[in-house]
T-cell receptor
Framework: DAGITQSPRYKITETGRQVTLMCHQT?????MFWYRQDLGHGLRLIYY???????DKGEVPDGYVVSRSKTENFPLTLESATRSQTSVYFC?????????????FGPGTRLTVT | GDSVTQMEGPVTLSEEAFLTINCTYT??????LFWYVQYPGEGLQLLLK?????DKGSNKGFEATYRKETTSFHLEKGSVQVSDSAVYFC???????????FGTGTRLLVSP
């Protein structure tokens, strides 16, 4: 499928478990991002990546790990899930558009930690 | 740091009413400004953008003008439809940075 996809779309996990959210884009965009969306906070940046093997922290990185061995994939791992990580997670990508830095979003993963 | 402030929602309107959603920003540089829309159960989609002062972004009947003097980027539509019901996010990206800073979102509810 063309574009940006996320899997799974829905996930329920228990406190303390490790869970990985997948993100895949077909545009060969350099930049990829992970956000979480919570009521009253809008979208907050967790991690981003400028290219394969280059990642950096965003606003709320604690408890999350990312990797980017291939340009098209950017998985997000919750090493030991906590209830506070219950949220909707969005992946996004961006090409090198020096005029505007427009980002394209995936459909989201709704994660519930019990 | 950079920030975006949007009006609190929900905004409730009748079909064909005029819409304004206020957005103001704080940025150290010279940002690009965006409005994204999120329909129920979906990801965010870019609605419109403006990259320099006095630019007007427009799409699907929505408009917003980049006002540097008032640091604002208010979203307007002359006649809303039920299908416009969604959450609208104002965002900025500062020059030289790929990161977006989002407002908290404003939910719009349009009734027939």
């Amino acid at each position: 499928d063309a574009g940006i996809t996320q899997s799974p779309r829905y996930k329920i996990t228990e406190t303390g478990r490790q869970v990985t959210l997948m993100c895949h884009q077909t545009w060969s965009h350099s930049y990829m991002f992970w956000y979480r969306q919570d009521l009253g906070h809008g979208l907050r940046l967790i991690y981003y990546s400028a290219a394969a093997d280059i990642t950096d922290k965003g606003e709320v990185p604690d408890g999350y790990v990312v990797s980017r061995s291939k340009t098209e994939n950017f998985p997000l791992t919750l090493e030991s899930a906590t209830r506070s990580q219950t949220s909707v997670y969005f992946c996004a990508s961006s090409g090198v558009d020096l005029s505007s830095y427009e980002q394209y979003f995936g459909p989201g993963t709704r994660l519930t930690v019990t | 740091g950079d920030s975006v402030t949007q009006m609190e929602g929900p905004v409730t309107l009748s079909e064909e009413a005029f819409l304004t959603i206020n957005c103001t920003y704080t940025a150290t540089g010279y940002p690009s400004l965006f409005w994204y829309v999120q329909y129920p159960g979906e990801g965010l989609q870019l609605l419109l953008k403006a990259t320099k002062a006095d630019d007007k972004g427009s799409n699907k009947g929505f408009e917003a003008t980049y006002r540097k003097e008032t640091t604002s980027f208010h979203l307007e539509k002359g006649s809303v439809q039920v299908s416009d019901s969604a959450v609208y996010f104002c965002a900025l990206s500062d020059r030289g940075f790929q990161k977006l800073v989002f407002g908290t979102g404003t939910r719009l509810l349009v009734s027939p």
